[in-house]
């Protein structure tokens, strides 16, 4: 059974810096690209950006130029450094197998200003 794991949330002021980490169980990492997503309080999820499995991301407009999401691929794992955060980043941030999605449990993000 396929497990997605994210980690490294927490509480940082307007301007920080955060990475977050999403470890998948089996092989269905290699052949997939991952994305990641969040939902803010009251609001419906939205994608963040996604990686190919070569490496290529994309990013939606509101994060382009301060997240980098990559992907370390001998450890299943991918990650998204979330750079000048702001209060509007505030979110439940998911990590998702793009190929049959499957969803983690989500980590916490509180970007105080």
């Known amino acids: 059974q396929v497990q997605v794991v994210e980690s490294g949330g927490g509480l940082v002021q307007a301007g920080e810096s955060l990475r977050l980490s999403c470890i998948v169980s089996?092989?269905?990492?290699?052949?997939?690209?991952m994305g990641w997503y969040r939902q803010a309080p009251g609001k419906q999820r939205e994608l963040v950006g996604t990686?190919?499995?070569?490496?290529?991301?994309n990013y939606a407009d509101s994060v382009k130029g301060r997240f980098t999401i990559s992907r370390d691929n001998a450890k299943n794992t991918v990650y998204l450094q979330m750079n000048s955060l702001k209060p509007e980043d505030t979110a439940v941030y998911y990590c998702?197998?793009?190929?049959?999605?499957?969803w983690g449990q989500g980590t916490q993000v509180t970007v105080s200003s």
């Open positions: 990686i190919e499995t070569g490496g290529t991301a």
């Open positions: 089996g092989s269905i990492f290699s052949i997939s690209a």
């Open positions: 998702r197998t793009e190929r049959f999605s499957y």
